[in-house]
């Protein structure tokens, strides 16, 4: 079994966020940048599905911190890490084709990405790819097992609301959480794996068809008058009787 599984640096949320100049994007400068939450659970999902043998491949595109991304996934179990490099644009449609670029071979059985990222929350990368590949895609799912070329996968809808389907191989699967937390990998650990591990490079085009919705404007929430506390009933029907309504 090999299972490619797809990861992606994101902005820090914790973070205070600014508009760039070109009113477009974000600051970045002064940004920090950590892996997407859920592609983590994708990461987790495809180690709790391997055993002795098995294949795990992680695969990011090229960006600040993505080396220690991807050493990290290698602390964590995966086999090998593969940073995508070349002209790549941004946004679902341009990374889908790159990934898609990446992947095109067919050497891998599954394809793990995250249901979405939290700095956009499109949730088109795993159906992009999946058209991409020529490949089916389920997305939102909690929970895979894996037998003679089908899995069985669950998928969760709004509301709570589960169903569970069968896909046969190779297939493309959106995660929305592992069957459990994310595994912790020690500082040490990656720093270890630092020194011994190398991780390949892959030069990689997204040029080409694909593509989605451009960004023409982004700005923060327009701040408003604000709310003033009252501190007793009294005061409250004294804005009232002030607004004609009592």
Known sequence: MKIAVLLKMVPDLVEELEVDASGKALDTEELKFKL????DHAL???????????????FALDGDGVEKLLFTA?????SRGVKLTGTQSHGSGGQAAAFGAALSDGEFDLILTGVQSVDDREGQLGPLLAAHLGLPCI?????ISLDA???TVNKEYSGGV??????ELPAVLGIQAARQPPRY?????????QQSATLEELVVDSAGPG???EVIAMAPPETGEGAKMLDNATALLEVLRAEGVA
């Open 139 to 143: 997305s939102v799912v909690t929970g």
């Open 185 to 193: 990998a020690p500082v040490s650990k990656v720093r270890q794996i």
């Open 149 to 151: 070329g089908v899995a």
């Open 211 to 213: 593509a989605g919705s």
């Open 44 to 58: 987790e999902e495809a180690l709790l599905l391997t055993s002795e043998g098995d294949d795990v491949v992680a």
């Open 36 to 39: 997407n939450e859920f592609d």
């Open 74 to 78: 290698l602390a964590k179990g995966a």
């Open 162 to 167: 589960m169903a569970e389907f069968e896909v």
